[in-house]
């Protein structure tokens, strides 16, 4: 059985309340949280307070506080985790920005593979926040896929597979949601 199989099955033994498999789980899982830590925290401004473990950390206390979660997938957690770790920084982002008055916002860099805007522009996380919200209102699937794979990392396949949808379908709402989200952050 291969890794992926293995953490399936774990997850699902965590999902069905087995605790040890959660501790079987962390160090196989590890790696890639801290990879996607890493990625978040890369777009960050240079200075951010945050470490890539403190988020990992923070990402793991609010991961292990879900009940009622079923993960279908390895991929699946990976975006719910990614998804965490979203929301840890943009509440950092508006803590940081409160305790400012109104300071310079957090920003983001998009990376080529996700670019959303013009390359060597940063993007306000509390902006790039709001305007997900309002494509989930306009289309919640594309806010999805932005999630997936903006944040969460994810392929276009394995985005496919976690949203049970065609490849084919990602990949056009994933150029139609990066094309909204321009035109929201340029405005």
Do not use: C
Request: charged letters at 30%; proline letters at 2%.
């Amino acid at each position: 059985m291969g890794e992926s199989h293995e953490i399936t099955r774990m997850l699902h033994e965590w999902s069905d309340g087995d605790q040890r498999a959660l501790e079987d789980l962390m160090p196989l899982v590890y790696d890639e949280l801290h990879r996607q830590a890493a990625r978040f925290l890369r777009r960050e401004r240079p200075n951010h307070t945050l470490q890539t473990t403190a988020l990992i950390h923070e990402a793991y206390i609010k991961l292990i506080d879900q009940h009622d979660l079923r993960f279908n997938s390895r991929a699946h957690f990976y975006a719910i985790a990614a998804n965490i770790m979203r929301r840890i920084l943009v509440d950092h982002a508006r803590a940081k920005n409160r305790a400012k008055r109104g300071g310079n916002a957090e920003t983001l860099q998009f990376d080529e593979d996700a670019t959303v805007i013009q390359s060597g522009q940063s993007v306000d996380l509390i902006a790039l926040d709001e305007a997900l919200t309002r494509l989930a209102e306009h289309d919640p699937q594309q806010a999805r896929i932005v999630e997936l794979r903006y944040f969460g990392g994810l392929t276009l396949e394995e985005t496919a597979e976690t949203m049970q949808l065609s490849r084919t379908t990602v990949a056009t709402d994933w150029a139609m949601a990066k094309a909204w989200l321009h035109r929201e952050l340029t405005k």
